[in-house]
């Protein structure tokens, strides 16, 4: 199996993907990389660009969706690594991942990924019941 390379605020963003994104490639990657997480796959926590940056059509080794994306992205980042209690090149699988997101407060979850144009989607997905 694969290791797949995720950055920390796409870890977030696993548990509540629902086939919405930048381009067609871009979900459909994404599923793929679900269904290798789900079959198993291990995740590898990477600074910078990862296996879903990828096939989004901002990405030219840095995020470029606005002026600053980069560094917006590296924020989401550094708030998801510290929440999750993760650590750069640690190795977890996605039941672990699972039960790391579930024990942040839903109030912490606003601001891990504030100013996340998806954060209203996933908010609502991930606290609906």
């Known amino acids: 199996m694969r290791i797949v390379r995720l950055r920390p605020h796409h ?9 919405e994104g930048y381009s067609s490639e871009f979900v459909r990657n994404f599923w793929e990389i ?9 995740m590898l926590v990477v600074e910078g660009g990862d296996d879903i940056c990828r096939a989004c059509p901002h990405f030219a080794g840095e995020c470029r969706m606005s002026e600053k994306g980069e560094v917006f992205v590296r ?4 708030r998801a690594l510290e929440k999750l209690g993760l650590k750069k090149n640690e190795v977890l699988d996605l039941k672990k991942l699972v039960e790391k997101v579930l024990k942040i407060p839903e109030k912490e979850l606003a ?19």
């Not at 601001?111 to 019941?129: A, N, P």
């Open 111 to 129: 601001e891990v990924c504030s100013g996340c144009i998806w954060l209203r989607r996933c908010y609502s997905q991930l606290f609906k019941g």
């Open 34 to 42: 679900l269904e290798c997480l789900e079959l198993g796959s291990e």
């Open 11 to 19: 870890m977030m963003c696993l548990l509540n993907f629902g086939g």
């Open 75 to 78: 924020g989401l980042d550094r």
